[in-house]
């Protein structure tokens, strides 16, 4: 029933209704947009846009309208439920810890599926905002009504991670192939019918799956030589622009892309996702294969490298920001104007190792500053890693490359957003992962100012500038 002109309100609303929750989403929205020009501000009809640009991923929008809906219907547990969903996508995490508050606040006790929601995503927040504790309180809140609840052990799994509490956490963690909202990205992993289990496979060829961001690959990628150790012919899958990099890593006999590991499946006898790999080799803190570089970058672009970087003082590489797209992870980059007055250091030669720097990054130095721009020079790993290792110090914000400088071995200083994410542990100022490494924590979420202070003065000692 399409015509709207005859259909009263509730009738339409139904309308809309029936198309989003078959799919029809363009419908659906065309239905929303006519009767919010016949009743303005419509509350079910706001809420149902914003949860229409909310499955789009534009959160932004999706934001906007629940917004306006949360204000026509204040009384609604799911709208707020809702509200707060968009703020974490767009890494708002305190803000949606209140709007999930008020979710709970008016919920109906007797709606278990509402006070599951809620829950569950109070859990979330809680670990997004550092509130460790009480996270974990809603969590066992959460498997007090759903014991089995998959959801909430990969949250957790994190929490124990972050504590150090591996082998609890990589049993956790396993539920990541499970999770409905991850289904289409291990949808190859979780359909294998040839899972390694850990025991040896002598006379055997298994394939390891390269799987989730590429500091995973680079971080997960240690852990080879000890399956290679156990068995026959290992095949290690990872994307086309990591082959060069990983192929400097011990423990597989040959490297593929994941269009040729598609190819080649019946091939392989066995297969494992990278990241099952310290569970099922009982990974814990005692045991973490932590020898380094296990990464290396060639030697006719060391030299080429050596050449363009030779001079004098301490050479220091930057990487000041990671994928900006990934809303949920802004938190972790920085400015450069804002983190650079900090670098401004007598003897020290600053070096951009920023994938996609343009020239508005570096607009605002402070007078007489100069950052190198290396450029597109360093686009692929492998001239990344062949510069980073003619520095004489790294200092990168959380992204791929505090994996890339930790594997090749290069004094590394990471800045850490609060709340760090797991594999930084919680409180250390150095990385069982990378021997070396030193890590600058913020103390509250969005507060850079004592870790560039603190930072200056690690450089200007580092650099023998007592005084600075």
């Not at 802004?330 to 250091?345: G, K, N, Q, T």
């Not at 692929?380 to 110090?393: C, G, I, S, T």
């Not at 100012?449 to 603190?454: I, K, P, S, T």
Request: hydrophobic residues 40%; contains cysteine.
């Amino acid at each position: 029933m399409d015509n709207l002109k005859q259909a009263s309100l509730p009738e339409a609303f139904r309308i809309a209704r029936t198309h989003y929750d078959a799919g029809r989403m363009k419908k659906a929205e065309r239905v929303c947009r006519r009767i919010l020009n016949t009743f303005p501000g419509h509350p079910r009809s706001m809420h149902l846009l914003g949860l229409l640009h909310y499955k789009k991923g534009e959160y932004k929008q999706a934001e906007e309208y629940l917004r306006q809906a949360v204000e026509g219907r204040p009384t609604l547990s799911h709208f707020h439920n809702d509200l707060g969903a968009s703020l974490s996508s767009l890494g708002r995490h305190a803000e949606a810890l209140a709007a999930y508050r008020e979710a709970e606040r008016l919920a109906d006790p007797g709606n278990t599926a509402q006070i599951k929601s809620v829950y569950r995503n109070i859990a979330l927040a809680l670990q997004r905002v550092g509130r460790i504790d009480d996270a974990m309180e809603y969590h066992a809140r959460m498997l007090a009504i759903i014991p089995d609840d998959l959801e909430t052990f990969w949250n957790r799994s994190h929490i124990y991670l972050a504590r150090g509490q591996f082998k609890r956490g990589w049993e956790g963690y396993e539920t990541r192939l499970q999770l409905q909202s991850h289904w289409k990205v291990f949808e190859r992993q979780r359909n294998s019918e040839k899972v390694w289990d850990g025991k040896p496979f002598p006379g055997k060829t298994l394939l390891v799956q390269d799987e989730q961001g590429l500091g995973d690959a680079f971080q997960f990628v240690r852990f080879l030589p000890l399956v290679k150790a156990l068995g026959g012919t290992v095949v290690f899958e990872t994307r086309q622009i990591m082959k060069g990099i990983l192929s400097s890593a011990p423990g597989f006999d040959e490297i593929i892309n994941r269009i040729e590991a598609e190819k080649r499946y019946a091939e392989f006898d066995l297969t494992v996702p990278l990241m099952s790999l310290p569970r099922i080799l009982g990974i814990d803190l005692d045991n973490l294969p932590a020898e380094i570089p296990y990464l290396h970058a060639e030697k006719e672009r060391l030299q080429r490298w050596q050449q363009r970087i030779e001079g004098e003082g301490l050479k220091v590489g930057l990487v000041w920001t990671g994928n900006l797209e990934n809303l949920s992870l802004r938190h972790r980059s920085i400015e450069l104007a804002d983190l650079a007055p900090f670098l401004d250091v007598p003897g020290v030669s600053l070096y951009s190792l920023q994938y996609g720097a343009t020239r508005e990054s570096f607009k605002d130095l402070p007078d007489g500053m100069t950052v190198h721009d290396l450029g597109d020079d360093v686009a692929d790993f492998e001239e990344l890693a062949a510069a980073a290792v003619n520095l004489d110090l790294v200092i990168t914000v959380d992204t791929a490359m505090a994996h890339i400088a930790g594997a090749l071995g290069c004094p590394t200083w990471v800045l850490i957003s609060y709340p760090a994410d797991w594999r930084w542990l919680l409180d250390r100022e150095d990385s069982p992962w990378y021997p070396g490494m030193r890590l600058f924590r913020q103390g509250q979420s969005g507060r850079w100012g004592a870790v560039f202070l603190q930072l200056h003065k690690a450089l200007c000692e580092l650099a023998g500038q007592h005084g600075c």
